[in-house]
Every structure is written in structure tokens, then in C-alpha cells.
């Protein structure tokens, strides 16, 4: 019975490495022969737009107002991360921020000077294509409506050279969900792209069980998986979880982003969900950006994402003795 | 890293741990539960093995969630009324309850343990 397990697998692969040119391979070179160059006319006339490589950012969980002792720094994390996106020598077309751009509070009139800090620092990156979905901290006390007056519909799509990206609330109702009229809103989203269409969702909350009892999940994030089954080429940005991590699943790669302001623990070894002790020495240990390269993938059903994790250290990317002032007021002022 | 080293007791969640009946009239042993932002009180709950329960839940302050995916426990507690989860414990274990209904910035960190022993 090998054979037949064989063959399937030669011609799905060979199906496979027949589009990977054509699709996202668009470099002269690649794109030469009369039959890449035919294949990709095909795929980009199928999904409305061909792929040509791109590169973005995600940027997760700035919390901005929050000040404790996991982190005295305030937004200094997110400031330097900033500096860090516009040295980059390729410089991002979009910078997506999934969630917790604010750290709530009681009042109406914090959380909308918090709102405002944050698009002040945000203003500061080079890209001007900044994309964000609300954390639980900036929507869920009020249903979005102080998000949605600052920065607009909390649940939104748009394409970026052939690419389609959904931002997804998960975050303003106050369970742990989308809900259906949402859910409605991205069957309808999705019902207007062929199934080759590359598409990556930004959101907040996990979609997918990583550890209920530390509310790192979506009750409903099965239906919206479930939506974007029929899709081959599929990528789920997070954040929430304050660490990196990636979980495959047969319908999708979900990545989550590290946080600016603190880390949490891997539970798989930790028995609780306390953040990690902030070390001076090192101000923004387990903090950062992570860069995505989009572009080509192995076959015309791939969009590959490389990923670089960017840490913060105060060596690389103060280059000077005043941050560690800065964490010692005292020290100054004496 | 991936998701293979977090497969924690999940195998464990598709058994049956206790029985649960949400909003069922009280049996057994009935325990108060306290919510108010952020905590419950007591904090912990020590429960027997096969020995039927029920937990009186009230608010003192808004709407909390009581939610415990791997034991089917899904209940809002709303201030003004109590709310009654029956359990019938079948198995030892630590459970860690949360409420899952925004309540504040220290949400996060509002939980019970259930203890079976």
C-alpha cells in the first residue's frame, strides 16, 4: 500500500511546487519561465491582487498608563521599540498593535488622556499604516465606545498587496467572545475571497484553548476558526499572553507577540499567572517588537511569514547610561 | 516554542469531573462564595471526593463570571441575588475557577481553587 500513499504525496507536492512561483515568486528571475509567469497571472487574477513581498510589524500589549513593579518604566519599553522600527533598514509598510494599547482606569477622562498618549507615541513610527484591534483593557469596561470615538470600528478589513487583513474584536463584549454578530460580519468578510486568498487575522485573545484558566482563549474563537477553514493560507497574529508563542493548527498558524511593558510566565512551568520580576539590569528582558518578512512561501498555498524577535536591551539600543538614571529618580535629583 | 509541551491535563478534561448543575436547587453541603473586584472569597475551597455540594454565589458589587471550562462550570453572578452551582466532586484534582466577565483592571487575576481531595 505504499504507492498509492506515494503518489498522493509526489503530486500534492508537485502541485504545490508548481504555484510556488507563481503566486508569490514574482521576481524577475523566478517568474521567467512562460509557465510561472501564466501561473501567477491566474492566481493573482483568482484572488483579485498577486502577492509581492512586504514586510510588517506587530507591536502587542503597550499598556499605556500602566506603572508597577513589574514595570517602573512606563511606556519607555514602547518608545524604544519605536526607535528600533524606524532604524530598521527595511522599513515596514504596516505596523499592526494587537491589543492592550492602554491600561485601564476608572475614569472616562485617564483612560482617553491614556488613549491619546498612546497615539502620540504611535505617531512616532515612520510607518504611516498603523492598524490596531482593542485589548480587554481598552474596550471591555465600556463595549469599544470610548475605542471606537479615538480610533475607529473595533472590527475591521483591508488589503495590502494581495494580502487580506482582518482585525478581530474579541475584546469589548464583557465575556471572553466575538459574538455572533461579529462572526456575521466575518462570514460575510470572507464570503467576497476566493480560498487561495493569503489572509492574516490580527486580534487579541488567543482563538484557539491555551489556558482557559488563565482566561487565554475566546469562548467562540472555534466558529471563527471554523469560518476560515476553507481558506489554505491562513495566519493568526495575538497578543494577551505577553510572551511569544506559535501553535499550528491543520487550518491555520497562530503567533502570538511578546508585550511592552511586562512578561508573563510559560504555564505550562508556572502554577500562576504572575508577571516576571522586572530585572534593572535588564529593563526590557523577554519585551519587543517582532518583525514579519511576508513573502514568497514554499507553494502557491504558503505566505511566508519570517520572524526576528527584537529584544530590547538597554546595550543595543540606548547606548547610553541615562536609562539606568531614569529608573532611579532619586539618583538624579541627588 | 510550540503547543506540544503545553498539553497539559487536557486528556484529563474530556472525563467527566464532577457533576454540575447550574442554577439547580441547593444539595448537599452548601458553601458561600463571595465575588467583589477582584477576588473570591474564601479564595480556595477544600471539597471531598463523591461528596455532593453546592456552591451559594453572591456579588457584592457588579456582574462577575464564575467559569471553569474543564468541569463545565459557566455562571454569571449578578449583585442582588445568589447564584447555585450543584457539584458532585468524581475525581481529585486542582481546578482553578476564573471569572470570565470583565470586572476591572485586576480582572485577570480573579480566581477560586477548587481542591478535590
Same mark, same amino acid.
Given at each position: 500500500?505504499?504507492?498509492?500513499?506515494?503518489?498522493?504525496?509526489?503530486?500534492?507536492?508537485?502541485?504545490?511546487?508548481?504555484?510556488?512561483?507563481?503566486?508569490?515568486?514574482?521576481?524577475?528571475?523566478?517568474?521567467?519561465?512562460?509557465?510561472?509567469?501564466?501561473?501567477?497571472?491566474?492566481?493573482?487574477?483568482?484572488?483579485? $491582487?498577486?502577492?509581492?513581498?512586504?514586510?510588517?510589524?506587530?507591536?502587542?500589549?503597550?499598556?499605556?498608563?500602566?506603572?508597577?513593579? *513589574?514595570?517602573?518604566?512606563?511606556?519607555?519599553?514602547?518608545?524604544?521599540?519605536?526607535?528600533?522600527?524606524?532604524?530598521?533598514?527595511?522599513?515596514?509598510?504596516?505596523?499592526?498593535?494587537?491589543? #492592550?494599547?492602554?491600561?485601564?482606569? $476608572?475614569?472616562?477622562?485617564?483612560?482617553?488622556?491614556?488613549?491619546?498618549?498612546?497615539?502620540?507615541?504611535?505617531?512616532?513610527?515612520?510607518?504611516?499604516?498603523?492598524?490596531?484591534?482593542?485589548?480587554?483593557?481598552?474596550?471591555?469596561? #465600556?463595549?469599544?465606545?470610548?475605542?471606537?470615538?479615538?480610533?475607529?470600528?473595533?472590527?475591521?478589513?483591508?488589503?495590502?498587496?494581495?494580502?487580506?487583513?482582518?482585525?478581530?474584536?474579541?475584546?469589548?463584549?464583557?465575556? *471572553?467572545?466575538?459574538?455572533?454578530?461579529?462572526?456575521?460580519?466575518?462570514?460575510? #468578510?470572507?464570503?467576497?475571497?476566493?480560498?487561495?486568498?493569503?489572509?492574516?487575522?490580527?486580534?487579541?485573545?488567543?482563538?484557539?484553548?491555551?489556558?482557559?484558566?488563565?482566561?487565554?482563549?475566546?469562548? #467562540?474563537?472555534?466558529?471563527?476558526?471554523?469560518?476560515?477553514?476553507?481558506?489554505?493560507?491562513?495566519?493568526?497574529?495575538?497578543?494577551?499572553?505577553?510572551? $511569544?508563542?506559535?501553535?499550528?493548527?491543520?487550518?491555520?498558524?497562530?503567533?502570538?507577540?511578546?508585550?511592552?511593558?511586562?512578561?508573563?510566565?510559560?504555564?505550562?512551568?508556572?502554577?500562576?499567572?504572575?508577571?516576571?520580576?522586572?530585572?534593572?539590569?535588564?529593563?526590557?528582558?523577554?519585551?519587543?517588537?517582532?518583525?514579519?518578512?511576508?513573502?514568497?512561501?514554499?507553494?502557491?498555498?504558503?505566505?511566508?511569514?519570517?520572524?526576528? $524577535?527584537?529584544?530590547?536591551?538597554?546595550?543595543?539600543?540606548?547606548?547610553?547610561?541615562?536609562?539606568?538614571?531614569?529608573?532611579?529618580?532619586?539618583?538624579?535629583?541627588? | 516554542?510550540?503547543?506540544?509541551?503545553?498539553?497539559?491535563?487536557? /486528556? /484529563?478534561?474530556? /472525563?467527566?469531573?464532577?457533576?454540575?448543575?447550574?442554577?439547580?436547587?441547593?444539595?448537599?453541603?452548601?458553601?458561600?462564595?463571595?465575588?467583589?473586584?477582584?477576588?473570591?472569597?474564601?479564595?480556595?475551597?477544600?471539597?471531598?471526593?463523591?461528596?455532593?455540594?453546592?456552591?451559594?454565589?453572591?456579588?457584592?458589587?457588579?456582574? &462577575?463570571?464564575?467559569?471553569?471550562?474543564?468541569?463545565?462550570?459557566?455562571?454569571?453572578?449578578?449583585?442582588?441575588?445568589?447564584?447555585?452551582?450543584?457539584?458532585?466532586?468524581?475525581?481529585?484534582?486542582?481546578?482553578?475557577?476564573?471569572?470570565? &466577565?470583565?470586572?476591572? /483592571?485586576?480582572?485577570?487575576?480573579?480566581?477560586?481553587?477548587?481542591?478535590?481531595?
Amino acid at each position: 500500500m505504499r504507492h498509492p500513499i506515494d503518489r498522493r504525496s509526489f503530486l500534492r507536492i508537485a502541485g504545490l511546487s508548481l504555484g510556488a512561483g507563481a503566486l508569490y515568486r514574482v521576481a524577475p528571475a523566478l517568474a521567467a519561465g512562460p509557465g510561472g509567469r501564466d501561473t501567477a497571472r491566474r492566481l493573482a487574477r483568482a484572488n483579485g $491582487e498577486g502577492v509581492t513581498p512586504f514586510s510588517f510589524v506587530q507591536l502587542s500589549d503597550t499598556h499605556v498608563g500602566f506603572r508597577g513593579p *513589574p514595570n517602573p518604566t512606563g511606556t519607555l519599553a514602547f518608545e524604544r521599540a519605536v526607535e528600533v522600527v524606524n532604524g530598521l533598514r527595511e522599513q515596514p509598510e504596516l505596523v499592526l498593535f494587537t491589543g #492592550d494599547l492602554t491600561h485601564d482606569a $476608572e475614569g472616562r477622562a485617564e483612560r482617553l488622556a491614556r488613549m491619546r498618549r498612546f497615539q502620540q507615541l504611535a505617531s512616532g513610527l515612520r510607518a504611516k499604516a498603523r492598524h490596531a484591534v482593542p485589548g480587554e483593557h481598552d474596550a471591555a469596561i #465600556d463595549g469599544g465606545a470610548l475605542y471606537r470615538e479615538v480610533f475607529g470600528e473595533t472590527s475591521y478589513a483591508f488589503d495590502h498587496r494581495g494580502v487580506h487583513f482582518v482585525a478581530l474584536d474579541n475584546v469589548s463584549r464583557p465575556k *471572553p467572545e466575538i459574538g455572533a454578530e461579529r462572526l456575521a460580519w466575518l462570514r460575510q #468578510d470572507l464570503a467576497r475571497y476566493p480560498v487561495t486568498a493569503p489572509i492574516v487575522v490580527f486580534t487579541h485573545r488567543p482563538l484557539f484553548d491555551l489556558k482557559p484558566e488563565w482566561e487565554w482563549f475566546t469562548r #467562540d474563537g472555534a466558529e471563527a476558526m471554523k469560518l476560515l477553514a476553507p481558506y489554505e493560507n491562513v495566519t493568526v497574529l495575538y497578543g494577551h499572553i505577553h510572551r $511569544e508563542h506559535v501553535h499550528q493548527e491543520p487550518n491555520g498558524r497562530h503567533v502570538a507577540a511578546r508585550s511592552l511593558i511586562f512578561a508573563f510566565p510559560d504555564p505550562a512551568a508556572a502554577a500562576e499567572k504572575k508577571p516576571a520580576p522586572f530585572d534593572p539590569q535588564r529593563p526590557f528582558r523577554n519585551l519587543g517588537p517582532r518583525l514579519l518578512h511576508a513573502g514568497p512561501g514554499a507553494s502557491s498555498r504558503t505566505l511566508a511569514l519570517g520572524m526576528e $524577535e527584537v529584544e530590547l536591551t538597554l546595550r543595543e539600543h540606548s547606548g547610553t547610561e541615562g536609562f539606568q538614571q531614569l529608573l532611579r529618580p532619586s539618583t538624579l535629583e541627588g | 516554542m510550540t503547543t506540544t509541551g503545553w498539553r497539559w491535563a487536557r /486528556a /484529563a478534561a474530556a /472525563a467527566a469531573l464532577l457533576a454540575f448543575g447550574g442554577g439547580a436547587s441547593a444539595a448537599g453541603r452548601v458553601i458561600e462564595v463571595k465575588a467583589k473586584r477582584f477576588e473570591f472569597s474564601p479564595a480556595e475551597l477544600r471539597l471531598k471526593l463523591g461528596e455532593p455540594v453546592t456552591l451559594r454565589v453572591t456579588s457584592a458589587d457588579v456582574t &462577575h463570571g464564575f467559569y471553569q471550562k474543564e468541569l463545565g462550570i459557566d455562571a454569571e453572578i449578578e449583585p442582588g441575588r445568589a447564584t447555585e452551582v450543584a457539584l458532585t466532586p468524581t475525581r481529585a484534582g486542582r481546578f482553578t475557577l476564573i471569572c470570565d &466577565h470583565f470586572c476591572g /483592571a485586576g480582572h485577570g487575576n480573579m480566581r477560586l481553587v477548587l481542591v478535590v481531595e
